[in-house]
């Protein structure tokens, strides 16, 4: 696929809210959102939401051109961060969190942020980070401290996919676990901007972010306990998309 095709792919993903969305995952979200009772969009509007479908292959050409521009990936609902997200709730995400959390992210009215990384670890190995997730009746609470958590400072930032462990002692894949948190929940501490190169990127950039005995339902656990590792490998696909690309 040469620019010109690839311009011409970006000219129709234009008509949709979101340039990227596989074809997999789309199918299955339009499977939980709009069949039956749940259908309270027209097929047209449907199709806008859910985006083009592309494959990885397809939309690293995409990701190439928008990469020439820094608000290129804005307007095509592509950022970095978002997409890896929109991924990990189109195909793991439960028909709540998806009417809650994934069509104002595909609308491009919310952002989300992805808190991973640990300041007293080597995070790039998910399997060392410390922060805990426990499980106490109808919630889950959760302690720890994550920095360069991407889009945190950005004032449309609503909702953190944070990564913890809810199981010490389960087989090492097997202890981590993702979960939605809303940025608005009491004792969140979004505590500083970080600098890259001099540079600190605010309002919209990485930021040191503490939780401290911070309850969330347990409705927001995404896939189930336990499978936070695994969720992870998709979601790096995306981010790798857009930044590499």
């Known amino acids: 696929m040469d620019a010109k095709d690839a311009g011409g792919m970006g000219k129709k ?10 074809i997999d995952s789309v ?8 069949d039956g009772s749940n259908n309270h969009r027209s097929s047209d509007a449907n199709d ?16 190439e051109i928008m990469g020439r521009s820094l608000w290129a990936p804005q307007v095509f609902n592509c950022g970095a961060l978002d997409t890896g997200n929109m991924e990990v ?17 595909l609308e491009g009215t919310i952002r989300f942020g992805f808190a991973m990384t640990e300041p007293h670890v080597a995070s790039s ?7 805990s997730i426990k499980r106490q009746g109808d919630s889950y609470i959760i302690n720890g401290t994550k920095w ?9 930032c609503r909702i953190l996919i944070v990564m913890g462990k809810t199981d010490f002692n389960a087989v090492k894949h097997k202890q ?17 901007p970080l600098i890259v190169f001099g540079f600190d990127d605010t309002p919209h950039g990485h930021a040191e972010v503490t939780f401290a005995n911070v309850c969330v339902p347990t409705k927001n656990i995404i896939l189930g306990e336990g499978r936070g590792f695994e969720i992870a490998q998709v979601e790096n696909i995306s981010f790798r998309l857009n930044i590499g690309v």
Request: a neutral charge.
């Open 13 to 22: 993903s234009a008509l949709n809210v979101s340039a990227f969305t596989q």
């Open 27 to 34: 199918v299955r979200a339009r499977n939980l959102l709009f």
């Open 48 to 63: 806008l939401l859910l985006g083009a479908g592309l494959t990885n292959l397809e939309y690293g050409y995409l990701c």
């Open 89 to 105: 709730l189109l195909r793991y995400g439960n028909i709540e969190q998806l009417q809650e959390w994934l069509i104002p992210l």
């Open 125 to 131: 190995d998910t399997t060392n980070i410390e922060c």
């Open 148 to 156: 360069w958590t991407g889009s945190a400072m950005d004032p449309r």
């Open 176 to 192: 981590q676990s993702m979960i939605l948190v809303d940025v608005k929940t009491p004792v969140i501490h979004i505590k500083r």
